[in-house]
């Protein structure tokens, strides 16, 4: 499930560099990117966009004072720091590789010929781009990300696994709740944006 392959057949580029790109490309041309850019075996590159994407966003929410961060020996910097290495060490890429495995099992109910785990890890990945600006405190920004997030997922699975939109909503369902409704927070946006959104529609 961690495998690094030296030449992979589409695969990603790495590096920084390859790592902006593929946040441009998926965000831009998201099918493409899913069709050309995820290749079997080869789940690193779209692991460490993902986690990268949630240390980001990570950061951001300490930085504006968002989450609140045990100050240990050495001071809040130090104390931040902890917490986003462990954050970007442990918990992003266990969440990650628990939500493709959940994925995987709607997919063998749902999608009988399908792509690997490791695409799959790759696809959630990637479809965290939009969640690079989940951190900032503004609700409707952190909705539009999760929403966005959700499409990208619906797309890749669909892509990737090669099977209709109708499955690809089905077995994307569920992971894209845990991941941007729970985990990037769009939930908790939702039901801060939902009074304005009924105030200002004409009953």
Not at 49 to 71: K, L, M, S, Y
Not at 128 to 151: D, H
Not at 186 to 197: D, F, H, I, N, Q
């Amino acid at each position: 499930m961690t495998q690094w392959v030296e030449n992979p057949r589409g695969g990603r580029d790495r590096g920084p560099v390859a790592v902006a790109r593929a946040w441009v490309e998926v965000l831009v041309r998201p099918r493409r990117f899913f069709r050309t850019g995820v290749a079997p075996g080869d789940q690193a590159p779209g692991l460490v966009f993902g986690v990268a994407v949630t240390v980001v966003a990570a950061a951001t929410r300490i930085a504006v004072g968002d989450v609140d961060v045990p100050e240990l020996a050495g001071g809040p910097l130090l104390s931040a720091l902890f917490v986003l290495a462990l954050v970007g060490l442990f918990v992003a890429p266990a969440a990650l590789h628990l939500t493709a495995a959940l994925q995987t099992l709607l997919l063998m109910a749902l999608v009988p010929d399908r792509a690997g785990v490791s695409e799959t890890v790759q696809v959630i990945g990637y479809s965290t781009a939009p969640c690079l600006f989940a951190g900032v405190p503004v609700p409707e920004i952190r909705l539009l990300c999760a929403a966005y997030g959700t499409v990208l997922l619906v797309i890749g699975v669909w892509e990737v696994h090669d099977t209709s939109f109708a499955r690809a909503v089905a077995a994307g369902a569920l992971p894209a709740a845990l991941v941007f409704a729970y985990g990037f927070g769009g939930e908790a946006a939702w039901r801060t944006v939902l009074p304005s959104l009924a105030a200002a529609v004409p009953w």
